[in-house]
Nanobody, 121 residues
């Protein structure tokens, strides 16, 4: 199983960024992809999750209304669309999976390599 995360970079406050996570080696349409982030000096936190089996999404309360999660089934890719970004969103973002059920607690088996998002003027 491999997860390839991409899309990080520098963005100004109030700007947008879209992260991508492409999964391979996992049963097709039988996974949930979770996005986590870890800011400098802080614990890792679950941000969003999409379950391809249940068709459900979950979002951290602090990003509701600003972030969206979606999937391109043909590309086996889950996207995290981040809008109205704030300096507090600066973190390394990771995608992860461990089956078809969403998990924002971090107890997942497979992780991508992380992509850095920096929100700064």
């Amino acid at each position: 199983v491999q997860l390839q995360a991409s899309g990080g970079g520098l963005v100004q406050p109030g700007g947008s960024r879209r992260l991508s996570c492409t999964i391979s080696g996992f049963p097709k349409d039988f996974y949930a992809i979770s996005w986590f982030r870890q800011a400098p000096g802080k614990d890792r936190e679950g941000v969003a999750c999409f379950s391809s089996v249940l068709g459900t999404t979950e979002l951290l309360d602090s990003v509701k209304g600003r972030f969206n999660i979606s999937r391109d089934a043909a590309k086996e890719t889950v996207y995290l669309q981040m809008n109205s970004l704030e300096p507090e969103d600066t973190a390394v973002y990771y995608c992860a999976t461990d089956g078809p059920v969403c998990d924002l607690y971090g107890n997942l088996k497979y992780w991508g390599q992380g992509t850095l998002v920096t929100v700064s003027s």
